[in-house]
Nanobody, 122 residues
Framework: QVQLVESGGGLVQAGDSLRLSCAASGGTFITYAMAWFRQAPGKEREFVAGIRSGGSTTYADSVKGRFSISRDHAKNTVYLQMNSLKPEDTANYYC????????????????WGQGTQVTVSS
């Protein structure tokens, strides 16, 4: 079983930046596609960003140009740099992994972290 542990969430003001981290263990990190999803109260869980083992990235339209996903294979860690945060970004952010290929579908991912809360005030 692959274990994913998110960190870096917190309370910030609109326009601020935040960097989330997801540390992976129990698998071969470099072979996995990684993604970030988020879920706000009363809302469906939605895809935010994904990164393939080779480094190519995919972003949801709502965060394109503001968020950046990256990975450090040596540290078995994936990051989500969040800039120009908006109140609409408030959600619990989850790290997810699958064996091959980034998709935007929640059910395609086999492994999930526990989530880290991001709250953006007006």
């Amino acid at each position: 079983q692959v274990q994913l542990v998110e960190s870096g969430g917190g309370l910030v003001q609109a326009g601020d930046s935040l960097r989330l981290s997801c540390a992976a263990s129990g698998g071969t990190f470099i072979t996995y596609a990684m993604a970030w999803f988020r879920q706000a109260p009363g809302k469906e869980r939605e895809f935010v960003a994904g990164i393939r083992s080779g480094g190519s990235t995919t972003y949801a339209d709502s965060v394109k140009g503001r968020f950046s996903i990256s990975r450090d294979h040596a540290k078995n860690t994936v990051y989500l740099q969040m800039n120009s945060l908006k109140p609409e970004d408030t959600a619990n952010y989850y790290c997810a992994a699958r064996r091959r290929g980034v998709t935007t579908f929640q059910n395609d991912y086999n492994y999930w972290g526990q989530g880290t809360q991001v709250t953006v005030s007006s």
